[in-house]
């Protein structure tokens, strides 16, 4: 069983920046592949960004695009979600995810592993 925990979401004003960070339990993360979702109130979850086991394969939805940056570091068993240029509109909780298949996920329907999200408030 795989355990996710986020960390590092805030309150930040419009334009600032936030690092999400996402930490992985078990000796099989290096092989998962990674990525980051997020649900605001009344919404459905929506992907943002997702990586593939490597590294090489990565996506980003078009709103974040240029904004924010996914990568991991199989060493320390983490992935990570540098976020700038913050928008209102980006507020919502962040979930991380994980895929066994190590395919880059591109729905809810392709994450095995759940965090439980951290909140990310970006004020006007």
């Known amino acids: 069983q795989v355990q996710l925990v986020e960390s590092g979401g805030g309150l930040v004003q419009a334009g600032g920046s936030l690092r999400l960070s996402c930490a992985a339990s078990g000796r099989t993360f290096s092989s998962y592949s990674m990525g980051w979702f997020r649900q605001a109130p009344g919404k459905e979850r929506e992907l943002v960004a997702a990586?593939?086991?490597?590294?090489?394969?990565?996506y980003y939805a078009d709103s974040v695009a240029g904004r924010f940056t996914i990568s991991r570091v199989n060493a320390k068993n983490t992935v990570y979600l540098q976020m700038n240029n913050l928008k209102p509109e980006d507020t919502a909780k962040y979930y991380c995810?994980?895929?066994?298949?190590?395919?880059?996920?591109?729905?809810?329907?392709?994450?095995?592993?759940w965090g439980q999200g951290t909140q990310v408030t970006v004020s006007s």
């Open positions: 990586i593939n086991w490597s590294g090489g394969r990565i």
């Open positions: 995810a994980g895929g066994r298949s190590g395919v880059l996920i591109r729905t809810r329907f392709d994450a095995d592993y």
